[in-house]
């Protein structure tokens, strides 16, 4: 059975009357740039995501960039973030003339790690750039401590996160700054580029506004140096469709890892084999605690000691998998001037040589999940 990584098609096809609807409505108006669905995609997922303020920009990398432009970070700044990440994270620092200084990760969640992040701590450091990976928020109480206890500003990367929770707050709402990507394989994807910054700060969004169009306020009048960083109307659009079906995607993705989980007990699949990924209790709908935390599941990875060999076997049988990230960012060609290697970050390490991406779409099929758990028990076997 052929099981794709991530089958956009079949969310297309659900929903194709309102996105269609939607894109010609765009086309009706020839308002293309920001405009009113802009305005309502911002308000919608700044509630969303429980802040007060969105920004909408044109892409998850420059939602980064932009929310480091707001706080005049450059040359000479440093800033502390994980080696273990997309490459946008800590490029959007580089390219400000920042520098990004890693730490490490915690083996089971992925995130940051937490209690290492002071001692990285210098006069020159000026924020935290704290991803969420794979849909997990990262322990924030630490850091938003850390943040008040130096005066850094906090970027959270929630590119992978929207919707997560983390002591029932949710992703972009705990920092200065949330940072989200519409890029169409993330769990609320646009029909092209897109992204947005949310912040709970009235004059930190209004510097924004003004930065992702030149810096320009009024028209023609140049504040700050700021750039062309603007969210189109037919990307807002098709957000304010799939918005509505965000909760439910995202219990689709739980209710998969959920299948997952059982489906490598159901096959004598340990964690000395196969170790699965970390998952709060609330994954389980059965669940009736308060533990506060919500997992969104924009990826499910598993480890493997074999796992290159375990992803040529899946590939062989039609079923697509990914590795995100074969290389750590500190050993990147491109960040060979900051001086790391191989080595300094042991956990980003591993984790690149050990971890596997399966399909968790939300409409994964349960003999989908059935068939990857298979081909990798006959792997094994
Ligand atoms: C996808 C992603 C980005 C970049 O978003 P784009 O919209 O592709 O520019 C940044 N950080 C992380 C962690 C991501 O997963």
Redesign the pocket.
């Known amino acids: 059975m052929k099981v794709p990584l991530l089958d956009l098609k079949a969310q297309y096809r659900a929903l194709q009357p309102e996105i269609d609807a939607a894109v010609k409505a765009v086309f009706e108006s020839q308002y293309f740039i920001l405009g009113p669905e802009v305005v309502a995609c911002e308000e919608a997922v700044a509630a969303y995501s429980q802040t007060a303020h969105g920004c909408g920009v044109s892409?998850?990398?420059d939602a980064?960039l932009i929310a480091l432009m707001n706080e005049g970070i450059g040359p000479g700044d440093e800033v502390i973030t994980t080696p273990y990440?997309?490459f946008?994270?800590a490029g959007s620092i580089a390219r400000t003339g920042a520098r990004p200084v890693f730490v490490d990760i915690e083996p089971d969640t992925y995130n940051l790690r937490f209690d290492q992040v002071e001692a990285y701590i210098t006069p020159q450091t000026k924020a935290i750039m704290v991803?969420h990976?794979y849909g997990l928020m990262a322990d924030m109480d630490p850091v938003m401590a850390l943040a008040e206890k130096h005066k850094l500003i906090v970027i959270e990367?929630a590119?992978?996160a929207i919707g997560a929770e983390y002591k029932r707050r949710r992703a972009g709402s705990i920092g200065d700054y949330g940072c989200f990507?519409?890029?169409p394989s993330?769990n609320l994807g646009g029909a092209g580029?897109g992204?947005m910054v949310v912040s709970q700060d009235a004059d930190k969004a209004e510097k924004l506004k003004t930065m992702r169009n030149h810096g320009m306020q009024p028209k023609y009048y140049n504040r700050f140096i700021g750039g062309n960083f603007r969210l189109d109307a037919l990307q807002a659009a098709v957000i304010n469709v799939k918005l509505k079906y965000l909760d439910e995607w995202s219990r689709a993705r739980q209710a998969n890892a959920l299948r997952y989980q059982q489906l490598f007990e159901d096959a004598g699949i340990g964690p000395e084999q196969i170790e699965l990924p970390w998952m709060p209790p609330s994954t389980d709908p059965a669940y009736t605690g308060d533990c506060g935390c919500r997992h969104i599941f924009n990826q499910f990875i598993i480890r493997s000691k074999q796992r290159d060999a375990l992803r040529d076997h899946l590939m062989g049988q039609g079923i697509g998998t990914e590795i995100y990230y074969p290389v750590p960012l500190h050993v990147q060609e491109c960040f060979a001037y900051l001086g790391y290697a191989p080595g300094d970050f042991p956990e980003s390490e591993r984790a690149a040589t050990e971890t596997l991406a399966l399909p968790i779409y939300p409409e994964l099929t349960d003999e989908q999940a059935a068939a990857v758990v298979a081909c990798i028990r006959a792997f094994l076997a």
Do not use: E, H, I, R
């Open positions: 892409s998850g990398t980064l990440t997309f946008a994270t991803v990976l990367d590119a992978q990507s519409f890029f993330k580029d992204g």
